[in-house]
């Protein structure tokens, strides 16, 4: 096309400049005929093709590639025999050899977390991503795979994209070692100090059927010991039990020996753990005139939370006993309080002096519930005022729309709103400032539920008797929820509103280290706006870790991978709120990799199946039958874009101005 372009520029050059008047010479004819054949030529060029292509013919191999997984758990596959590790090593070598013999382009590449990774966990898919990213995988025909196959992946689609044919290398392995293993540590998250916590530990004997013994190590302190009989079964599960004297994290660590016994392999004869302890639970108080069904099925509800404790106090004559114990309500309402609950069935009283402590308790924020007939001396308090009706009646309540604003009442399950029993009620009035969340179903839709607040603390009125009547007509558990979700909210609980946890108070070297944040407002609504920022450190105090936490779902998470043995602890803060959590996780120093033995064929069979590659016997490489690599070709397309080289334009400008002087230099002009 350009060939044409050009021939017609020049055509249409000497045409142009074949006569002149005045006749110039043969020369001065010759360059104005160059000059405007180039311009034309460009003008061309530009209005109908300004881009050029140009085809280049490569030629390549094909491509084979190796991955050898170089975990801890290979190594402990090979710790202790030396014949497989030989059969590994020849039949990697004897392989390549093949393909290198019939013209294959082949590369090895070992990989564990990733390629080249840390040897502590197997991921195979980070390793072909490391591959993808760094252009590794392309023109491969086929991969082989030598591995156990104890990866530690959570999802396989990734192999199936690349469509790329994986097939596994198996070999035959025979775990006929007598060992002795701890599957696992089982314990709460968290505890509190001086209560009685189990540790369940899960073992197991391959061929051994003598006794062992199992150790309790706390803080690296042995706690006790207790035997195990394998003569009947090979699994079984040892109870520990030990009250804990150390608040924050505690580290356990269980271990099986038996003396009779020597084993090859050891490293998987301990499994470390770690608990979480806590100095008290939070308190809650119950101040009443009489014991009543209330205050029974109060009690039940809280005591659902583990973070809660239930004191309850009766009043007679102003007075506040619990058994035959007297009690000052000053003594009553300490630190450890965060929520008061106070049942009136018509006959308490309080002094003035009591008044002032309740007042004060609200006050610095603390959440109060009164239920039941309301009380003069405290009525400031309180966000409804008496009426002259004094006797109580009986009718259905309904709950308002206003409700649906705090999550702890929108979350009560519609079946339960629409069949409570009716309630034993008094007639009060709600103040201008009070929220109604709640009415009676009588023709003046009197005040059931009210909300408001007394400085800084919430306070919240039932003016209705047999609350405890909604437990009886649900069996989900919606009635403690609802109740522990009221004292939490009430009582101001940001530690619950902002609350930031590790998956697990103890993580294996390898593991994926997971923290997630809870957040949410004043109405327990999820918070999903935030610029909450994690710093981890070690025990040197210095940071090693540094970012943004993700959203994810209704919660904030962050993923840490490739930290080193030791204790962390980790300060989330959202930046927008300044609101701020912290914690600690410990990071053992055993792996996950050491309890990996043998090789999980259903593993790699799955992979094989997804990718459409194929198992491959050890002894059955030498049968393998290769096929000479027939050298493709490939054209690569390049383009030039013209209309971007700003020397061509500059030619263009240079010859029609040339043309332009020279014509009216020589009188064509």
Same mark, same amino acid.
């Given at each position: 096309m350009i060939i044409i372009f050009v021939l017609f520029s020049i055509i249409s050059a000497i045409f142009f400049y074949r006569r002149t008047l005045p006749e110039l010479p043969f020369i001065k004819k010759f360059f104005l005929t160059v !000059?405007?054949?180039?311009? @034309?030529?460009?003008?061309?060029?530009?209005?109908?093709?300004?881009?050029?292509? #140009?085809?280049?013919?490569?030629?390549?191999?094909? &491509?084979?590639?190796?991955?050898?997984d170089n975990s801890e758990s290979?190594?402990? $596959?090979?710790?202790?025999?030396?014949?497989?590790?030989?059969? #590994?090593?020849?039949?990697? /070598?004897?392989?390549?050899?093949?393909?290198?013999k019939n013209s294959y382009h082949q590369q090895t590449y070992s990989f564990a977390n990733g390629l080249n990774g840390n040897k502590h966990s197997s991921l195979l898919t980070k390793s072909i991503s490391d591959l993808s990213e760094k252009k590794k995988l392309d023109k491969v025909s086929k991969i082989f795979l030598l591995s156990d196959g104890w990866l530690k992946d959570e999802d396989f689609s990734l192999l199936e994209d690349i469509n790329i044919p994986i097939n596994p290398i198996i070999f035959p392995v025979k775990k006929n070692d007598t060992d002795l293993t701890i599957d696992n540590v089982i314990t709460n998250k968290t505890a509190y100090r001086k209560e009685n916590v189990p540790i369940l530990a899960n073992v197991s004997a391959t061929q051994f059927q003598g006794n062992a013994s199992a150790i309790l190590k706390v803080n690296g302190k042995k706690i006790s010991s207790k035997k195990v009989d394998f003569s009947k079964e090979s699994f079984q599960q040892i109870v520990f039990?030990?009250?804990?004297?150390?608040?924050?994290? $505690?580290?356990?660590?269980?271990?099986? &020996?038996?003396?009779?016994? &020597?084993? !090859?392999?050891?490293? $998987?004869n301990n499994f470390p753990s770690a608990i979480q302890i806590?100095? $008290?639970?939070?308190?809650? /108080?119950?101040?009443?005139?009489? !014991?009543?069904?209330?205050?029974? #099925?109060?009690?039940?509800? @809280?005591?659902?939370?583990?973070?809660? =404790?239930? &004191?309850?106090?009766?009043?007679?004559?102003?007075?506040?006993?619990?058994?035959?114990?007297?009690?000052?309500?000053e003594e009553i309402l300490n630190e450890n309080v965060i929520s008061l609950i106070i049942l009136n069935y018509g006959s308490l009283k309080l002094s003035g002096e009591q008044v002032k402590l309740i007042e004060n308790f609200v006050a610095h924020g603390k959440g109060l519930i009164f239920q039941g007939k309301i009380l003069p001396e405290i009525s400031h308090v309180l966000p409804v005022n008496a009426t002259k009706l004094n006797r109580k009646f009986l009718d259905p309540l309904q709950f308002t729309k206003k409700s649906e604003k705090y999550q702890t009442f929108s979350k009560i399950p519609a079946s339960i709103k629409s069949d409570i029993p009716p309630v034993d009620y008094y007639y009060v009035s709600a103040k201008i400032s009070a929220e109604i969340l709640a009415t009676i179903q009588n023709d003046d839709q009197s005040p059931a539920i009210v909300l408001g607040e007394y400085e800084k603390g919430k306070v919240l009125f039932f003016s209705f008797e047999n609350l405890w009547k909604w437990q009886m007509r649900e069996k989900t558990g919606a009635y403690s929820k609802f109740v522990s979700d009221l004292i939490s909210w009430l009582s101001n609980d940001n530690a619950r509103q902002f609350h930031a946890y590790p998956e697990k108070n103890n993580f294996l070297q390898g593991e994926i280290v997971t923290i997630k944040l809870q957040a949410y407002d004043e109405k327990l609504q999820?918070?999903?706006?935030?610029?909450?920022? @994690?710093?981890?450190?070690? =025990?040197?105090?210095?940071?090693?870790?540094?970012?943004?936490?993700?959203?994810?779902?209704?919660?904030?998470?962050?993923?840490?991978?490739?930290?080193?043995?030791?204790?962390?602890?980790?300060?989330?803060?959202?930046?927008?709120?300044?609101?701020?959590?912290?914690?600690?996780?410990?990071?053992?120093?055993?792996s996950s990799e050491q309890f990996d033995r043998g090789f999980n064929t259903p593993t790699l069979a799955y992979i094989a199946k997804i990718t459409n590659g194929k198992m491959i016997q050890i002894d059955d490489l030498n049968k393998l039958e290769i096929t000479p690599s027939i050298p493709k070709i490939h054209n690569k397309k390049y383009e030039v874009a013209l209309y971007r080289k700003w020397l061509i334009i500059a030619i263009f400008l240079l010859s029609f101005c040339t043309e332009l002087f020279f014509r009216k230099r020589w009188g064509l002009l």
């Open positions: !000059l405007r054949a180039v311009s @034309i030529s460009i003008v061309l060029v530009y209005l109908f093709n300004p881009i050029l292509y #140009f085809v280049k013919k490569i030629s390549f191999k094909e &491509k084979i590639v190796f991955l050898n290979m190594k402990f $596959n090979f710790e202790n025999n030396p014949k497989l590790k030989s059969l #590994f090593d020849n039949s990697l /070598v004897d392989l390549q050899k093949k393909y290198e039990s030990h009250s804990f004297q150390k608040n924050g994290i $505690n580290k356990i660590n269980v271990e099986i &020996k038996a003396d009779s016994l &020597k084993e !090859l392999i050891t490293s $998987n806590l100095d $008290n639970r939070s308190d809650v /108080v119950i101040l009443s005139d009489k !014991l009543g069904w209330d205050i029974r #099925f109060f009690n039940k509800a @809280i005591s659902n939370n583990d973070r809660l =404790e239930t &004191k309850i106090y009766l009043s007679k004559n102003r007075v506040f006993t619990a058994g035959k114990i007297r009690f000052e309500l999820p918070l999903r706006d935030l610029n909450a920022k @994690i710093s981890i450190k070690n =025990e040197k105090d210095k940071i090693v870790f540094e970012d943004f936490l993700l959203r994810k779902d209704d919660f904030f998470q962050a993923s840490i991978e490739n930290l080193k043995a030791g204790k962390f602890t980790f300060k989330i803060i959202d930046e927008k709120s300044s609101q701020n959590t912290e914690g600690e996780f410990i990071i053992s120093k055993t």
